[in-house]
């Protein structure tokens, strides 16, 4: 007999303001461990180094943080111009030196314009994308390199906000699957030196545009007042689903919906992801646009 899941049952979306030098796993056990919560996941992984947004979700709303893996992303990235690291980050060894020519802010713009729109990127060998069964990171721990094919991602925007004399302060909006180290080690490339990430920070992704995020100390004081104040903390599951269209359905077709059936919604839209909800105004879960003009159920919240 299959050993029954301690902890509650808490469904919602936090925010957390993931702090420096934990991984995104160990940050959502603490998280998970504090709120009591029987079933969590986060949306996408940060690098330790990285602090910022990292969406957890409880219970029924793991069913959507798929949504979130696919969301594009902001960050803030500092990177150190004239050393390169193995990992592309400050946590790695250092890997080449080269002399920080002297930029200015023409010289700069110039740089990052090769790198706005659709780009081509190496992935790092310190990354969990797998070769023969194998992890990237785990085979660079032993000191192997592989050959990698170069994937195609997307920058929108990408602004310099700040410049020292070795360090460049950088705004990107960008895609999933970009990884925001080989970013900074291509645009030192490109300004004619070397460079790594010392500091990055995500503000946004997805629906999640610059909000209010909960820190870990934050959370452990309102846990301090009872598991209520903490449950206060989450958003309703469907805020991470804010850019698909939400449909209203009749108390017949939220029924027949329920039960797994697609159905057929007049004037509804006929292609994509639709947010679904029953006309009390309750969340039913995720449909998608079929080939038919029907709405087939795919995401669906447990109904209490």
């Known amino acids: 007999m299959a050993k029954r899941r301690g902890g509650r049952n808490v469904t919602g979306v936090l925010l ?3 702090p420096t030098g934990l991984t995104s796993n160990k940050a959502l056990q603490s998280v998970k461990r504090l709120f009591g919560a029987r079933k969590a996941g986060h949306t996408g992984s940060l690098d330790p180094l990285a602090t910022g947004l990292l969406p957890i979700c409880f219970g029924e709303a793991t069913k959507v943080s798929g949504f979130l893996l696919d969301a594009d992303k902001r960050y803030v990235v500092t990177c150190k111009l004239g050393v ?4 592309g980050d400050a ?3 250092e890997a080449e030196r080269a002399p920080v020519p002297a930029l200015d802010a023409d010289r700069v713009e110039a740089a990052l314009a090769g790198f706005r729109g659709p780009i081509e990127q190496l992935p790092p060998m310190y990354s969990a994308i797998k070769h023969q069964g194998q992890r990237l990171y785990d085979l660079a721990r032993q000191g192997v390199e592989v050959e990698r094919e170069p994937r195609q991602v997307e920058i929108y925007h990408l602004e310099a906000i700040a410049q020292r004399e070795d360090e460049l302060e950088l705004a990107v909006h960008c895609a999933k699957g970009t990884y925001i180290r080989t970013l900074a080690e291509d ?3 490109a300004l004619g030196t ?11 992704l997805g629906p999640y545009q610059d909000p209010a995020m909960w820190t870990m100390e934050m959370l452990e004081a309102r846990a301090e007042t009872g598991r209520e104040a903490l449950d206060a903390t989450l958003l309703p599951m469907d805020s991470a689903l804010q850019q698909y269209t939400g449909v209203e359905l009749a108390d017949d ?3 027949f919906v329920a039960q797994g059936q697609p159905i057929f919604v007049p004037k509804a839209p006929t292609e994509g992801w639709l947010r679904l909800y029953d006309r009390a105004g309750s969340f039913i879960g995720m ?3 079929l080939d038919d003009g029907r709405i087939g159920p ?4 447990a109904r209490r």
């Open 16 to 18: 957390l303001d993931k």
């Open 84 to 87: 390169a690291t193995d990992t």
């Open 91 to 93: 946590e790695g060894e």
């Open 187 to 189: 645009i030192a490339r």
């Open 194 to 204: 070397v460079g790594h990430v010392c500091a990055l920070r995500r503000l946004g």
């Open 253 to 255: 077709l939220a029924y």
């Open 287 to 289: 449909g998608q646009a």
């Open 298 to 301: 795919k995401r669906l919240v």
